[in-house]
């Protein structure tokens, strides 16, 4: 745990050479803006869902299909409760080693609360990634709360409240998405979204951004995830060989479709590849949400979205074949379908 990024950064300069990524992975010089013109992530407003809620979903599915991308605002999670919940995740990562490590010890036989920095395989890693990552289940709150930090005092109590309402604007967009689709509203109900696993990404202000990450390339191998980056940018997303940013919105969340959708959907909605840099003057936090199958869940192309010109393009299994997989691989973007496609 003397690992952690956020007790050595500003003691080591420069960067040490183990943050050092190859040459061809390397963010190189970092601009904010994305350098295609129209070429933003979408941003979906979910406040008139009464009377234009067709247009929604099909805004929705577009941004889902060219960029498995959208950011929504109006979406009724009250400013307070993100406010509150990035206020403890912050108040949690600034507070000393000592009462880290006193925060999240406990006696839960599986440990699923867990505080760690780069990957969760450090002492395997060729390089290391500049951030430090807390991460538990949320759901059910009544089984897992009890084994959330105990600090900041808050803590529990803000992310009960901001986990139970980022979950249900989760369903919800799932809601629109399988009306979309044409696979049934309640498609998304059960074992499919059965789990709400939290990952909070802090990432230290570092001292040569052009040469490391914050969170390599990757896709969510879950379902679908929605993202609260406050208000310091550095989430990526690969679209038409370039690296477009995702602007922090007041108040927005960021949703992106999940490996699980992608399938379901039988590759009609995309999975996009992204990473997060770093930056040398702010600190940056993250907040992933994602919304996940129970670990015995079979996965499939929906029966509806297949016929003669549409052919299956994957095959069924249960979520957690995929996730071994996947973990086995190190979320390798090249061949986290390969087994799974026909
Ligand atoms: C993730 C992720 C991006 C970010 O946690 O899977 O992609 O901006 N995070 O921190
Ligand atoms: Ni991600």
């Known amino acids: 745990m003397e690992k952690l990024v956020s007790n050595w950064y500003g003691i080591v300069q420069p960067l040490p050479e183990n943050y050092i990524f190859p040459p061809d992975a390397r963010p ?65 990562f600034e507070l000393p080693l000592e009462d880290k490590e006193a925060s999240i010890h406990s006696d839960d036989p599986n440990i699923v609360c867990k505080l760690y920095t780069s990957g969760v395989n450090y002492d395997w890693e060729d390089v290391h990634l500049w951030r430090d990552i807390l991460r538990h289940p949320c759901h059910p709150l009544e089984k897992f709360m009890p084994l959330w930090p105990k600090q900041p005092i808050k803590y529990r109590e803000h992310v009960a409240k901001c986990s139970t309402q980022v979950r249900k604007l989760a369903l919800s967009i799932l809601e629109l998405i399988s009306e979309g689709l044409g696979i049934g509203s309640a498609y998304f109900n059960d074992g499919v979204t059965q789990q709400t696993l939290l990952y909070v990404n802090y990432y230290p202000p570092c001292p040569d951004p052009s040469l490391t990450l914050g969170i390599s390339k990757h896709c969510d191998p879950q379902l679908i995830t929605i993202l609260l980056q406050g208000d310091v940018s ?109």
């Open 28 to 92: 190189g010089k970092l601009s904010t803006a994305p350098s295609i013109p129209n070429c933003n992530i979408p941003v979906i407003d979910l406040g008139s869902q009464g009377h234009d809620r067709d247009q929604i979903i099909q805004k929705i599915l577009e941004a889902s299909q060219e960029f498995g991308f959208f950011q929504v605002i109006n979406h009724g999670i009250p400013d307070a409760s993100l406010n509150d919940a990035m206020a403890v995740f912050k108040e949690f």
């Open 234 to 342: 550095g989430l990526q997303v690969f679209k038409d060989g370039e690296w477009i940013g995702v602007e922090p919105l007041s108040h927005g969340l960021v949703v992106n479709i999940g490996h699980q959708l992608q399938i379901i959907s039988n590759g009609k909605l995309k999975c996009a590849e992204h990473r997060a840099v770093t930056n040398s003057s702010n600190a940056r936090m993250s907040a992933a949400f994602f919304i996940t199958p129970s670990p015995d869940c079979y996965i499939e192309p929906a029966a509806a979205l297949i016929n003669a010109s549409n052919p299956q393009l994957y095959k069924g299994f249960q979520y957690k074949e995929f996730s071994a997989h996947f973990y086995m691989n190190q979320g390798n973007t090249e061949v986290a379908l390969e087994p799974f496609k026909l």
